[in-house]
Antibody
Framework: QVQLVQSGSELKKPGASVKVSCKAS????????MNWVRQAPGQGLEWMGW????????TYAQGFTGRFVFSLDTSVSTAYLQISSLKAEDTAVYYC??????????WGQGTLVTVSS | QSALTQPPSASGSPGQSVTISCTGT?????????VSWYQQHPGKAPKLMIY???KRPSGVPDRFSGSKSGNTASLTVSGLQADDEADYYC??????????FGGGTKLTFL
C-alpha cells in the first residue's frame, strides 16, 4: 500500500536550517510528483509547491522562493524540504502529498517544525 | 495566487445534509475540472474525499458528493455522522503547475 513517512518533529533556533524528509513506499516513486503543504498553528493548508520526481524540476508557490528548497534522492524514494534562515513564522506542520496530476491522493503524517529561541 | 473562498464554519444535525461552498475564479475553479476536497480531523493529516469535482476515491462513503457551477464548487455531506465533524478544505488546479487551497470550513453538529 502507498505510504509517505515523514521525519520527526524539529526544534530550531531562528536563523538555523532544517531538512524534512518524506520517504515513499508502495509505488514507483518517479511516476508521481511530490507536493509540499504548510499548516501554521490554527491555520489552513497552504500549497508550497511541488517537485517533478522524474526530472527533479521544482515549482515554488508565491511566498516560498529563496529560503525553501525541494530536493530528491530517488535511490531511496525520498523527497526533501529544506528551509534556511528560519524565522518564528516558519513554525508549522509541513506535509508532503503525492501528486496524482489532478489531486493530492496520499499524504504524509506531517512534520512539526518549531522555531524558537 | 489568491486562496479560494470557503465559509469559516458550517453546521448540521446528525442525519441531515450540509453543503460547503468553495468560490474561486475562472483561472482556477471555473477553468478546470480539477477541484478536490479534503477532510482533516484535529492533529491528523488531510484525507482526500473528492477529486476532479465529483469523483470519490475508493473507501469514501457515497454520503460525500461534489459538484461545480461556474466558479463555485460544492461539497455535500448527507446523513451527517459523528465522524464527519472535521475541517474541510477545497483545492483547485490554477494553471501553470500551480495549485491553490481554500481557507477551510469547520463542520460541527448543532
Amino acid at each position: 500500500q502507498v505510504q509517505l513517512v515523514q521525519s520527526g518533529s524539529e526544534l530550531k533556533k531562528p536563523g538555523a536550517s532544517v531538512k524534512v524528509s518524506c520517504k515513499a513506499s508502495g509505488y514507483t516513486f518517479t511516476s508521481y510528483g511530490m507536493n509540499w503543504v504548510r499548516q501554521a498553528p490554527g491555520q489552513g493548508l497552504e500549497w508550497m509547491g511541488w517537485i517533478n520526481t522524474n526530472s527533479g524540476n521544482p515549482t515554488y508557490a508565491q511566498g516560498f522562493t529563496g529560503r525553501f528548497v525541494f530536493s530528491l534522492d530517488t535511490s531511496v524514494s525520498t523527497a526533501y524540504l529544506q528551509i534556511s534562515s528560519l524565522k518564528a513564522e516558519d513554525t508549522a506542520v509541513y506535509y508532503c502529498a503525492r501528486d496524482s496530476i489532478t489531486t493530492f491522493d496520499y499524504w504524509g503524517q506531517g512534520t512539526l517544525v518549531t522555531v524558537s529561541s | 495566487q489568491s486562496a479560494l473562498t470557503q465559509p469559516p464554519s458550517a453546521s448540521g444535525s446528525p442525519g441531515q445534509s450540509v453543503t460547503i461552498s468553495c468560490t474561486g475564479t475562472s483561472s482556477d475553479v471555473g477553468g478546470y475540472n480539477y477541484v478536490s476536497w479534503y477532510q482533516q480531523h484535529p492533529g491528523k493529516a488531510p484525507k482526500l474525499m473528492i477529486y476532479e469535482v465529483s469523483k470519490r476515491p475508493s473507501g469514501v462513503p457515497d454520503r460525500f458528493s461534489g459538484s461545480k457551477s461556474g466558479n463555485t464548487a460544492s461539497l455535500t455531506v448527507s446523513g451527517l455522522q459523528a465522524d464527519d465533524e472535521a475541517d474541510y478544505y477545497c483545492s483547485s488546479y490554477a494553471g501553470s503547475d500551480v495549485r491553490v487551497f481554500g481557507g477551510g470550513t469547520k463542520l460541527t453538529f448543532l
